[in-house]
């Protein structure tokens, strides 16, 4: 499997594989994918099963500590100098789950942030995805004043150990 940041000529198949895994009302839609893609399509990771894209994590960077429902419809709050690393969306094609590549892409994710100098990484998430989370060291934050697609969510961060000299 190879993992590669995004570019433009994604777009169609990011908003396939989005809506192959979320529900209409969650899902983002491709001119939301277009816009998030103008700004920062560095924060795309992808995989490819040869050329077809199977999984992917996206997200804007922002100085804002907690996600809120504005990130998800205006991609121009991202601030590529930002403290945290916000994560919208985890994808993995149904027939590919279970095999570990959501997995492999958070932990891409995760070392990206960290050698951006990044805080740490803030996502949300289902009640039945809060222990998922937590093998990655996220850790529960409680219910997110999120309300997208009018579900509830849990706020879920990892925050970086400063000071180890790592």
Known sequence: MRIRTADLSDLKEIARVEAACFPAAEAATEEEFEK????????FWLMFEEEKLIAFVDGMVTNQE????????????????????????????????KHGYAGELIKRAITDAKEQGRK?????????????????GFKNEGVSESVHGNVVWNQMRLTFDEGLGE
């Open 36 to 43: 998030r893609l103008i700004f920062y399509k560095d924060h």
């Open 66 to 97: 907690d996600l809120t429902d504005e990130m998800y419809e205006k991609a121009e709050m991202h601030d590529e100098k930002g403290d945290w690393q916000m994560i919208f969306g985890v994808n993995t094609l149904p027939s590919y789950r």
């Open 120 to 136: 740490g990484l803030v996502l949300t998430c289902k009640d039945r995805l809060i222990s998922y989370y937590a093998r990655f």
